[in-house]
């Protein structure tokens, strides 16, 4: 596999008689190319070629096992088009590298499993929860989009789902975060399938085991597969469902070119197998919901009533108009009365209190000390630093020193430093209450679960233990810092953080309480209020729309040197594409601390150029692009230039 972009396509070699019988389409050869010997794999056999001059020969089989499926195959050129990529970078992510060894020790394979009728009744609380099932039992194409409730044990019901497709005699395909879920997961798909039935795909198993796991794949035996964003490409025969949990995790983003999105391609390998898919959350991105507003996929949520049943009672800040003289002090300090009397209750009740920071450690800041809105550079809204020289602040992106700071919101001249994380809060909240526990859980050092009794237990987004029985009150704290990010995605990513650990609270028929720092009237903390992910994932949608940014168009992000960028856009010639309706955006200067370009040093200007289309005309812009890469790179007279298809994270 050659990884220059101009090489992206395909090579005739000769096959000498004795390795007829083992150079089969999909498996691994070495060839010689330009002198070098490469890696590669064979595509088909034909008799004849349209090569004018003289062929190579193969020179040896690396191995008889056809590791490169035809259906794989399809779907690695489905994502090198959609993500404007090529073939062998999707190709290092869908195959991994052999272990000869493992390959050649004895396999067996397993029989049917054998599995139990699937009790429906979890998936009855939701509207068409019931008919998926049977859907699934019927080995139709169903695709649904699934709002799980609070307290929802939401490995029951992907492994319930798993189940009713095996037991249908297909196989299904599972897609989550990170490692916690994994194990999670597993744990409830091995009793209703069967530990010899599914294998486990992540990035922290050795290469042994992992290519021993990934054969189980290839050669049938695993009939359920689950893993992380990269298992998404795992060879699994006869699927008859993919399902992708939480999609609006930044774990399911590839970080390596051309940085698909897990979500996407197991979309996309849906429509090509034309299998089952469903999508799970307990807030919901505006992509999903995309999906559902364009009848792809139905909805799969609990009617009204149920949710109410179900959730813990959530309050902001300014919820009661005697809020704010009781405490005058409710939206500046970081712990406000209102918080410590829910913590206080839930304490006094014998249960847990979750505490959500949204960072680790001791990460300085700087913010308004009257509206707690975090304070942003006048010129280019990056975030701000006190100077280091003198007195004001000074801006990490754009270097400008501004001596009289004024917050943006209320006018303020009170901006100053202010200090948020797991750790520092945790001192705080052990000052506050003496004599309770506190529990930390961030970065390397996560706890899976705590148990039902008075304690504090801090915890980032994506590391919050699970309690027994539920923990009866919940704080979300420096809510701003999650919110005041200059991103198309901040709203949607904070509703989504809070909802997660809001989940783990108990419903409100209880004593379940969750407290978050920041105003009712602000649209996020509403639709946290009312529990209401669907309309904000239909708001976040309309909002989009309106401004013409994805999911409702499709934007290609070009980062790169100047002349470089400019060479990429004259040798696309989008204006002459023919029905190609392609706006350009920009360019602006990359920040300093923004990740750069492979092959540009940090100290050159980089800049990106955003290019805007139609819905319908993604795959056309994503060519025209392909192409021109291409040319450039056999040319060898610019720098590299990173382009992402849909980029993650714009602003």
């Known amino acids: 596999m050659l990884s220059v972009p101009h090489l992206d396509r395909e090579f005739d070699y000769l096959v000498s008689p004795e390795q007829s019988d083992d150079a089969q389409p999909g498996v691994r050869v070495r060839v ?68 000869a060894r493992v390959e050649k020790q004895p396999f067996a394979v397993a029989p049917r499993p054998s599995v139990a009728p699937v009790d429906p009744a979890g998936w009855d609380n939701y509207s068409r929860g019931g008919q998926f099932l049977i859907a699934l039992a019927e080995s139709r194409a169903a695709r649904a989009v699934w709002q799980a409730l609070p307290g929802e044990t939401w490995t029951d019901r992907f492994a319930e789902a798993a189940a009713q497709t095996v037991a249908s005699g297909r196989s299904v395909l599972a897609i989550v975060p ?56 795992a060879p699994v025969s006869d699927l008859g469902l993919v399902m992708v949990w939480s999609d609006a995790d930044d774990n399911l983003a590839e970080p390596r070119a051309p940085y698909p999105h897990a979500r996407e391609v197991a979309m996309l390998r849906a429509h ?65 009365s209102i918080a410590l009397r829910s913590a206080r209750s839930a304490l006094q009740a014998g249960a847990p209190v979750l505490v959500q920071v949204p960072r680790r450690g001791y990460v300085p ?144 028929g209880e004593g379940g309480v969750v407290t978050v720092v920041a105003e009712s009237s602000l649209p996020t903390v509403q639709s946290l209020i009312r529990w209401d992910p669907v309309g904000h994932a239909d708001t976040e949608l309309a909002s989009r729309a309106e401004v013409g940014l994805p999911p409702s168009v499709h934007i290609a992000a070009l980062d790169g040197a100047a002349d470089a960028v400019a060479a990429l856009l004259d040798e696309a010639q989008l204006a002459d594409q023919d029905g190609l309706d392609a706006e350009l955006l920009g360019p602006v200067d990359l920040p300093p601390g923004a990740r750069r370009p492979a092959g540009t040093g940090p100290d050159g200007t980089v800049i990106r150029m955003l290019v805007r289309v139609r819905r319908d005309q993604g795959l056309r812009l994503a060519a025209a692009l392909r192409g021109a890469v291409g040319v450039l790179s056999a040319r060898q007279t610019h720098d590299p230039v990173r382009v992402q298809i849909d980029p993650l994270h714009i602003g």
């Open 178 to 233: 990170d490692q916690r879920d994994l194990d999670a997961l597993g744990q409830a798909t091995v009793v209703r399938v069967g530990a010899d039935s599914v294998v486990a795909l992540s990035a922290g198993l050795g290469p042994a085991a992992r290519y021993r796991r990934w054969l189980a794949a290839l050669r049938g035996s695993a009939r359920v597969v689950l893993g992380t964003r990269s298992a998404v490409f």
């Open 365 to 508: 800041s700087l913010a308004c000390g009257r509206c707690r809105a975090i304070a942003r550079c006048r010129h280019c809204t990056g975030p701000l630093a006190l100077a280091e020289r003198g007195s004001g602040t000074a801006c990490r992106w754009c270097g400008r020193v501004d001596p009289t700071p004024r917050c943006a919101r209320c006018g303020s001249d009170a901006v100053r430093a202010v200090v948020v994380g797991a750790r520092r809060t945790a001192e705080e909240l052990g000052r506050a209450f003496p004599g309770t526990p506190v529990v930390t859980s961030a970065g390397d050092s996560i706890v899976s679960e705590v148990p039902a009794r008075p304690a504090l237990v801090v915890a980032t987004p994506g590391a919050e233990p699970s309690a027994a029985g539920g923990y009866g009150a919940g704080l979300l704290l420096d809510t701003w810092a999650l919110l005041g990010r200059q991103d198309l995605r901040a709203a949607e990513d904070a509703l989504w953080r809070w909802m997660s650990a809001a989940a783990l609270v108990r419903p409100r």
């Open 272 to 336: 090509q197998a034309r299998c089952a898919a469903l999508i799970g959350g307990y807030a919901r991105t505006a992509e999903a919901h995309a999906l559902v507003r364009s009848g792809w996929a139905h909805d799969v949520v609990a009617v009204r009533p149920m949710v109410r049943a179900r959730t813990p009672r959530v309050v902001a800040l300014d919820d009661g108009g005697f809020a704010d003289e009781r405490d005058p002090a409710a939206r500046t300090a970081r712990l406000p």
């Open 32 to 99: 010689r190319f330009h002198g070098r010997l490469v890696d590669g794999f064979v595509l088909e056999r034909c008799n004849d070629t349209d090569h004018q001059g003289k062929l190579g020969w193969i020179e040896r089989v690396v191995s008889a096992e056809p590791v490169l499926t035809p259906e794989i195959r399809r779907l690695v050129e489905a994502v090198a088009a959609r993500y404007a990529g090529t073939r062998p970078d999707v190709l290092r992510l869908a195959v991994p590298p052999r272990h």
